[in-house]
C-alpha cells in the first residue's frame, strides 16, 4: 500500500499525539488536497466524507446561523483537525470549511476510518479525543465572548494567528466577523492597540510588534 509523507502533522495537533501504529494508518490511508485561497473544503450540509487536517496555510470555519450572512467561528492554523463530528455520528456537515490562503490538507477518508473502527474498536478513543479538542475550542470561544472586552479577544485572535509568523494574513472586514463586532468597534481597538505600539495595520494584514502587549491584555474582563 502507497504512503504518504504527512509531516508535520505527526509532530504537531491531534494526530501526533496518538500511538505509532495509528499513525501509520494515518500516512496508508490519508492523502493530501491542495485548496486555493477562498475555495471550500466542505459546506454546512454537505455529506461526511472523512477528517481534514490541516499542515499549510489557514481555514476559516463559518455558522450559517441567519439569513445568507455566515457566521465567523474559528480561523485554524497547522496542525488543526475537523470533521470528527459529522463524521462519527453520520450526519451533515454542522459548518462550512474554507481556505483562506493556498492551504494544504491530509484528507482521512471515511471509508478508512469506518473500516479501522470495526476491526480495532479501541480507536474509538483516539476520535473521542479529537471530538473533545474541538468541543474544548468551541467551549473556550463562547466563554470569550461571555466575558472578555473586545481588546482582549482580538488581542486573542492576533496571538493565536502570529503564534509562527509575525504578520497576520487577515483583513480587518475578516477580523471583525472573527471577534463578532462591528469594523468601526474593532478599527478603534486597533487604533488603541497600534497607539501602544503592539500592532502595525498594513494592506489586507496585521503585524505584531510587540506580543508581550497583547499578552497583557488577553484576559481583559
Known amino acids: 500500500m502507497n504512503t504518504e509523507n504527512i509531516a508535520p502533522l505527526d509532530q504537531v495537533g491531534w ?22 485561497a477562498g475555495q471550500f473544503v466542505y459546506q454546512a450540509g454537505d455529506t461526511a466524507d472523512g477528517l481534514y487536517g490541516l499542515a499549510e496555510g489557514g481555514l476559516e470555519i463559518t455558522f450559517p446561523l441567519v439569513a445568507e450572512e455566515p457566521v465567523s467561528i474559528y480561523r485554524a492554523e497547522i496542525g488543526f483537525w475537523i470533521g470528527d463530528a459529522a463524521e462519527l455520528a453520520d450526519i451533515p456537515r454542522i459548518v462550512s470549511l474554507m481556505a483562506v ?3 494544504k490538507l491530509l484528507h482521512l477518508p471515511s471509508h478508512a ?35 472578555l472586552t473586545v481588546r482582549a479577544r482580538v488581542s486573542r ?4 494567528l502570529t503564534e509562527r509568523l509575525q ?12 471577534v463578532g463586532v462591528t469594523r468601526g468597534t474593532l478599527r478603534r ?4 492597540l497600534a497607539a501602544r505600539g503592539a ?6 494584514k496585521l503585524r505584531v510588534l ?12
Do not use: H
Open 167 to 178: 504578520e497576520a494574513p487577515i483583513t480587518q472586514d475578516d477580523l471583525a466577523k472573527l
Open 199 to 204: 500592532i502595525e495595520m498594513r494592506y489586507r
Open 15 to 36: 494526530l501526533a499525539g496518538q500511538s505509532q501504529d495509528f499513525r501509520e494508518w494515518a500516512t496508508q490511508v490519508g492523502r493530501w488536497r491542495p485548496y486555493g
Open 101 to 103: 490562503t493556498e492551504s
Open 113 to 147: 476510518i469506518q473500516q479501522l473502527l470495526s476491526s480495532r474498536p479501541e480507536y474509538w478513543r483516539a476520535f473521542y479525543r479529537l471530538a473533545a479538542l474541538n468541543s474544548s475550542t468551541a467551549v473556550a470561544l463562547l466563554s470569550e465572548v461571555l466575558s
Open 189 to 192: 481597538c486597533l487604533d488603541d
Open 210 to 221: 510587540d506580543s508581550g502587549i497583547l499578552t497583557t491584555f488577553r484576559d481583559e474582563q
Open 157 to 160: 485572535r492576533l496571538l493565536q
